[in-house]
């Protein structure tokens, strides 16, 4: 999808009447790759936080990011915390409060590891080699992303 122009075309059609523009996950990487996060700040997934950096946003290590009316969350369970910050916007910190407490949200994990900064090296290590081929793989449809917007177009 980060290539699909059709989808691109579809999220800015979208984005052109949207009260907010919003993703979770490693879904900023196809509000970037659409160009819907140029000049806004953004946050993603951990580990591609330099893939969208490359595609040129600003990019800030936080569970959520809001700017104007682009928010992005982080890792999956971020979205917890971004849908309830979407609630209280939509519906006010009653609602959102409400909401909270109907699912139960009150986290205590069990491990400090949900982060590199608080990973042990080892855990840390093993998370790169277990996701370094789909890195890889995202790494290399983003530079063909930036080699065909960086070519100047040909004479017709």
């Known amino acids: 999808m980060l290539t699909n122009k059709t989808y691109h075309a579809f999220l800015q059609k979208q984005a052109a009447g949207a009260q907010y523009i919003t993703a979770v996950c490693t879904g900023s990487l196809l509000l970037a790759a659409s160009g819907l996060l140029s000049g806004y700040k953004a946050t993603t997934h951990w580990r591609s936080m ?3 950096r490359i595609l040129g946003v600003e990019a800030i290590d936080r569970r959520v990011v809001i700017d104007r009316n682009r928010m992005t969350g982080g890792g999956i369970t971020a979205g917890i915390d971004f849908g309830l910050l979407l609630t209280a916007l939509i519906g006010g910190d009653n609602t959102a409060k409400i909401v909270q407490l109907l699912l139960e949200y009150n986290p205590e994990p069990p491990f400090r590891s949900g982060l ?3 990973a042990e090296p080892h855990i840390l290590d093993t ?4 996701t370094q081929p789909l890195f890889e793989s995202r790494l290399e449809i983003i530079q ?8 100047p177009t040909l004479p017709s």
């Open 127 to 130: 998370a790169m080699r277990i």
């Open 144 to 151: 063909q992303i930036q080699k065909v917007k960086n070519c």
């Open 50 to 52: 330099e893939l969208l």
């Open 116 to 118: 590199p900064k608080n």
